[in-house]
């Protein structure tokens, strides 16, 4: 998945590239919970420095070839799936 640009459908913003993206799992299911986008990134051979972003797994809406449709709703800082 790595150098998919994330897209949130909710408001159209751009979230960032895919790099080293990890995978949070359920322990007692083995299901993934969510997508964890570390705190630094890097777009285009700048360094983007921001907080850590928690994508929940039931926000992607779809996984294409060269980009990710997500619909996260941004309350102040914190970004919530949009069924929150």
Known sequence: ?????????YDGSR???LGNAELLF???????EALILPSSNRFLNFSINRE???IPWNSIHRIG???????L????KRIKSWQD
Not at 1 to 9: A, D, Q, R, S, V
């Open 26 to 32: 359920d322990p007692e299911t083995g299901y993934i």
């Open 15 to 17: 979230l960032g590239v």
């Open 73 to 76: 709703r941004v309350d102040g």
């Open 65 to 71: 070839t060269d980009m990710m449709l997500v619909e």
């Open 52 to 54: 850590e972003i928690s």
């Open 1 to 9: 998945m790595e150098g998919k640009e994330i897209i949130n459908l």
